[in-house]
């Protein structure tokens, strides 16, 4: 059966079937282990075979990959089916195909990476980091993949250093976008408390196994990650912020050659809760970033929220809209050539004693005691807490609360005992949503008369003045 026949004559059809059938493809089959690095590309028979392959990849030449998992559009769609094209600037050329309905979908990501790194490198952006990942026979054998088939994307679990004992980081490879050497990664971190050394999905949940024997589910619900502690229950694990940080790509704004004043940016971002936001600009690929103002959203009230306090004036119930906010580039950083820009989640206030009320300073039992009907904010741990005695300067771990009691580390005994002391708690605030929409970053380029106000021009003899 031939498709096309709404667009093309069938005489066109009936040629380019019989001029395809002339070219006999080799045939292959993969045989899966239990690892990715156990499989093998056999080869085969026409009707055992389920990779075809045309041609071979060539160094020079560009390709683009399709990939359909199987039961994507229906319960009877049945096959997993990949197609690999050599590009031209007038058309596309089949050079290898593959279809089977017997695999998992982690082996379907298993063979999307084998024929993308067969025919392109995924990504021109990672040699090094790549050559690290794969460096000793144990890294290589701690990569573990899992295929989203709902949002097509592609995890692989690894190990980031020879030095660390497992799986401690995520790297993730969204398809929706195609795979050239323009690809690039998404990556996850948690500390200690992250370490999968294996993955697969369920349905439409992410699951996680742990090196300690946990198996822990990823959901677009769930805005925190849990703090592990073997020592206790996990009932009782405080949770940890999840950090993001989106860093751009070098912009020469399409003048390389020309200085540009970059004075402001404009964010969107949906409204999803409040949020805690950091944009920081890096130029000519500088080591060293210029923080702008952060951008702070305290309009919503959420279900569970800890710092809802009865009689706000104007609360606002899950609040939907958009977070649209324009912020300055700080002086000494306005004219460059490249800029890049980071955008993560700010440092704050996140509770103050205005809200909730002073508290007694204890020096022998590093604890403050919160005066009045309100509790310490449960959710409070980790995060740190400073004084006025110092002008807030001062900032100690809170390392547990118990009611109206906040116990902090202070080895060196710097803050003294006080009674009706106000405080802030400040940190990377737990349970915050960062969907960025867009950014607009507005330029202009400079002239060569405004280029000298602010660069002296070098003398180009060597002469003595």
């Known amino acids: 059966m031939m498709t096309g ?48 392959i045309w ?14 998992p199987a039961y994507g559009s229906s319960d009877w769609a049945d096959r997993f089916c990949i197609q690999v094209f050599r590009c031209y600037a007038d058309g596309l ?4 195909e593959f279809a089977t309905h017997e695999m998992n979908t982690y082996q379907f990501a298993w063979v999307i990476a084998h024929l993308a790194g067969a025919y392109k490198k995924i990504s021109d952006t990672i040699n090094e980091r790549y050559k690290d990942l794969v460096s000793s026979d144990t890294r290589k054998s701690r990569i573990y993949g899992a295929f989203d088939t709902v949002d097509n994307r592609i995890h692989w679990a690894c190990t980031s250093a020879d030095a660390a004992t497992d799986n401690d980081c995520l790297f993730t490879l969204d398809l929706r976008w195609g795979v050239s050497e323009a690809s690039t990664f998404t990556t996850r971190v948690g500390g200690a408390s992250f370490a999968p050394t294996a993955v697969i999905y369920y349905g439409s949940d992410f699951l996680r196994a742990d090196k300690r024997g946990y198996l822990f589910k990823h959901n677009s619900s769930y805005t925190t990650d849990p703090k592990i502690n073997t020592l206790a229950a996990y009932s009782t694990w405080p949770v940890q912020a999840i950090v993001p940080n989106y860093v751009s790509t070098v912009f020469n704004f399409g003048y390389p050659m020309v200085r540009k004043w970059v004075p402001k940016i404009l964010l969107s ?12 600009s890096i130029n000519d690929q500088s080591t060293t970033t210029d923080a702008l103002l952060p951008i702070r959203v305290r309009e919503n009230v959420l279900w569970g929220t800890v710092s809802a306090i009865w009689g706000t004036v104007t609360p606002y119930w899950s609040n939907s809209q958009l977070i649209e906010q324009m912020r300055r580039f700080p002086a000494g950083s306005l004219r460059c050539s490249f800029k890049q820009i980071q955008i993560t989640q700010a440092y704050t206030i996140i509770y103050n004693s205005d809200t909730f009320g002073v508290a007694d300073v204890s020096s022998t039992t590093k604890t403050a005691t919160i005066l009045g009907a309100l509790s310490w904010p449960t959710d409070a741990v980790d995060y740190y807490i400073s004084f006025e005695h110092d002008n807030y300067v001062k900032q100690y771990l809170i390392t547990s609360i ?18 009706g002391s106000k405080w ?3 940190g990377q605030p737990k349970g915050e949503v960062f969907n960025i929409l867009s950014y607009i970053v507005y330029y202009a380029p400079l002239t060569d008369q405004s280029y000298r106000t602010y660069r002296t021009e070098q003398d180009s003899t060597g002469a003595n003045a």
């Open 5 to 52: 026949t709404s667009f093309f004559s069938n005489s066109r059809c009936t040629e380019a079937a019989k001029s395809a059938k002339k070219k006999t493809p080799d045939h292959f089959r993969y045989v899966f282990g239990q690892l990715f690095q156990d499989t093998e590309v056999l080869p085969s028979t026409e009707r055992l075979g389920t990779l075809k």
């Open 55 to 68: 041609e071979e990849p060539i160094d020079s030449a560009y390709y683009v990959i399709g990939a359909d």
């Open 93 to 96: 050329d089949q050079v290898a």
């Open 269 to 280: 971002m949906q409204n999803e809760t409040d949020v805690s936001v950091q944009i920081n």
């Open 402 to 419: 118990a009611g109206s009691v906040v116990s902090y580390l202070d080895p060196s005994t710097t803050q003294p005992s006080d009674l």
């Open 424 to 426: 802030l708690i400040q």
